[in-house]
């Protein structure tokens, strides 16, 4: 059993989750957290451009139209995609807990097909945090907030400093989003503040 393997239930014993204080007010809409981000930049042709508000508590609304490059089938959505929609839903979260964390594991239902054309409504909420694991689960309805379901996510993310970026990222992107003004603006709000 290697940590794929982990439930995504938190265990007895996780910490319910806790909004922070500076955490954008619900109704805020949230913005890239990267320009060149593939579910959220505004400057990636080939992305999502997946739109997130801040919800009450420690959720998360946000929506997603189908356009003709995400298709998997004729006329309807890859289930990558949709996979990927819901994993940068839930990973909006980071913004309410102020922590900065990546997807360890996410295990998606496909319930409905989604045609070209439809809006996904999607909201994500985390369901405890035990350690540096965040779990957390997501739904995603067809055309309306409380439309058909079309697609779930079960997840859990694990906490990691910044470094796990600059360590990890490609030398060229890591320095063009370091020479970016709005991308220091993000890792600041991220940056631990004892
Ligand atoms: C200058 C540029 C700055 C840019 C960014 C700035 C700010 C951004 C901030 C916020 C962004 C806001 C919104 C983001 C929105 C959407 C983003 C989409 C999210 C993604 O798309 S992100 C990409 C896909 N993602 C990865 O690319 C991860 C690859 N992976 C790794 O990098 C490592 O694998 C890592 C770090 C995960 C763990 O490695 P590690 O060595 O740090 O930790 P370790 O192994 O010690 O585990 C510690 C505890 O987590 C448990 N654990 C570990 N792995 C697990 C797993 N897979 N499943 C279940 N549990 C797991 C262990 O079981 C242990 O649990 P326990 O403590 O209980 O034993």
Known sequence: MGPGRTTLVPPPGAASPVRHPEAPAPGTLLGPH??????????????????????????????????PAHQGAPGLAHGG??????????????????????????????????????????????????????????????????????????AVFIEVKLDHFTRNGRPEEIKAAMADPDQIKVARAFEVNP
């Open 34 to 67: 990267y320009d060149q981000c593939f579910g959220c930049g505004e400057g990636q042709p080939h992305g999502l451009h997946l739109q997130a508000r801040a919800g009450e508590g420690v959720s998360i609304t946000a929506e997603f139209t189908v356009q």
């Open 81 to 154: 995609v949709l996979a990927s929609a819901l994993d940068e839903t839930l990973g909006s979260l980071n913004w309410l807990l102020r922590v900065i964390a990546v997807t360890g594991r996410l295990e998606t239902d496909f319930v409905r097909p989604v045609p070209v054309g439809a809006t996904l409504h999607l909201e994500a909420r985390c369901m405890g945090i035990d350690g540096r694991k965040i779990y957390a689960s997501a739904v995603g309805r067809i055309d309306r907030p409380d439309g058909p379901v079309a697609v779930r996510a079960d």
